[in-house]
Nanobody, 125 residues
Framework: QVHLVESGGGLVQAGGSLTVACAHSGESLRRNTLAWFRRLPGKEREFVAGVGGSGDIVYADSVNGRFTISRDKSANKLWLQMNDLKFEDTAVYYC???????????????????WGQGTQVAVSS
C-alpha cells in the first residue's frame, strides 16, 4: 500500500513562485517513477513533470524552464518548485507514483497507480 500526501498549494500572483511537496509512505518507491500532474478547471489531468527510478527527469513543454522537480529518496519526499507562474498554471496539482519500478517517465495518467488527494494552486493575473 502506498500513501501520498501533497502540501504547499496556495494563492500567488503571476510571476511569483511556489513550491508544492509530496510525502509518501507505505511500500518503498525508491525505484519507482514519481510525477506531478495537474487538473485545470474543466479538463483532465495532465502531466507536468516526472522523475524516473534512476533519476531521469522529464518536463512538459508548458513548464520546462520554469518548474523544477526533485526528490529525496531517503526522506520519501517529492517537490515541485514553480517559478514565473502564469494564470494558466492555476490547477489542482497531484503527486503520483507508478506501481512498477523502472526509469521510464510516461505522460499518460493511466500509467500511474497511486495518487495523492491534490493541492490547489491559484495564480492571480
Amino acid at each position: 500500500q502506498v500513501h501520498l500526501v501533497e502540501s504547499g498549494g496556495g494563492l500567488v500572483q503571476a510571476g511569483g513562485s511556489l513550491t508544492v511537496a509530496c510525502a509518501h509512505s507505505g511500500e518503498s518507491l525508491r525505484r519507482n517513477t514519481l510525477a506531478w500532474f495537474r487538473r485545470l478547471p474543466g479538463k483532465e489531468r495532465e502531466f507536468v513533470a516526472g522523475v524516473g527510478g534512476s533519476g531521469d527527469i522529464v518536463y512538459a513543454d508548458s513548464v520546462n524552464g520554469r518548474f523544477t522537480i526533485s526528490r529525496d529518496k531517503s526522506a520519501n519526499k517529492l517537490w515541485l518548485q514553480m517559478n514565473d507562474l502564469k494564470f494558466e498554471d492555476t490547477a489542482v496539482y497531484y503527486c503520483a507514483a507508478r506501481h512498477i519500478d523502472g526509469p521510464w517517465v510516461p505522460h499518460p495518467f493511466g500509467e500511474y497507480a497511486y495518487w495523492g488527494q491534490g493541492t490547489q494552486v491559484a495564480v492571480s493575473s
